[in-house]
T-cell receptor
Framework: SQQGEEDPQALSIQEGENATMNCSYKTSINNLQWYRQNSGRGLVHLILIRSNEREKHSGRLRVTLDTSKKSSSLLITASRAADTASYFCATDTASKLTFGTGTRLQVTL | NAGVTQTPKFRVLKTGQSMTLLCAQDMNHEYMYWYRQDPGMGLRLIHYSVGEGTTAKGEVPDGYNVSRLKKQNFLLGLESAAPSQTSVYFC???????????FGPGTRLTVT
């Protein structure tokens, strides 16, 4: 069964706008990671947040984690057309990742 | 560094045929993983390995076997393919110190 559920399933924004996607999960975790997948390609790791962290930044990415609510959010600021992709959260438990169902982001010019 | 490579990229099988998917990594990673990705379902773990000579079942292992005879290679076998195994298969690896996984480009398998 999927550990995470992502919301929204699809998101369409214009270049320059911010994109926020959310992830909820069910069990205790070591860390939570976000991955990007361009159409027809493998997944690429974006950012990792540990269970004792609440917020983390990397370039235009901001990730938050609320372990009491078992939820995380990924914010992409000042989006670009090249950000068009599917984004997946993944929870790390016992050296294994369990992936959410993903958010398809479309950034238009 | 090539990273994680997968062979083949595409394959069409008839029901009942067998095949082996090869994953290779050149990063000296201990851990390797096989996932399948189906529309609207994200990635699901089939089998994984925490070191040469070891394998373990993931979430959806039925119908698949794996072997890790060499540290750099992780093989996924389908002994008798079924249409339900039509999917995109991804291999990934990671080292022991970091949780992030490195993915291969995928193998698109169709079983008719």
């Amino acid at each position: 069964s999927q550990q995470g559920e992502e919301d929204p399933q699809a998101l369409s924004i214009q270049e320059g706008e911010n994109a926020t996607m959310n992830c909820s999960y069910k069990t205790s975790i070591n860390n939570l990671q976000w991955y990007r997948q361009n159409s027809g390609r493998g997944l690429v790791h974006l950012i990792l947040i540990r269970s004792n962290e609440r917020e983390k930044h990397s370039g235009r990415l901001r990730v938050t984690l609320d372990t009491s609510k078992k939820s995380s959010s990924l914010l992409i600021t000042a989006s670009r057309a090249a950000d068009t992709a599917s984004y997946f959260c993944a929870t790390d438990t016992a050296s294994k990742l369990t992936f959410g169902t993903g958010t398809r982001l479309q950034v238009t010019l | 560094n090539a990273g994680v490579t997968q062979t083949p990229k595409f394959r069409v099988l008839k029901t009942g045929q067998s095949m082996t998917l090869l994953c290779a990594q050149d990063m000296n990673h201990e851990y390797m993983y096989w996932y399948r990705q189906d529309p609207g379902m994200g990635l699901r773990l089939i089998h994984y390995s925490v070191g040469e000579g070891t394998t373990a079942k993931g979430e959806v292992p039925d119908g698949y076997n794996v072997s890790r005879l060499k540290k750099q290679n992780f093989l996924l076998g389908l002994e008798s393919a079924a249409p339900s195994q039509t999917s995109v298969y991804f291999c990934a690896s990671r080292d022991t110190s970091h949780s992030e996984q490195y993915f291969g480009p995928g193998t698109r398998l169709t079983v008719t």
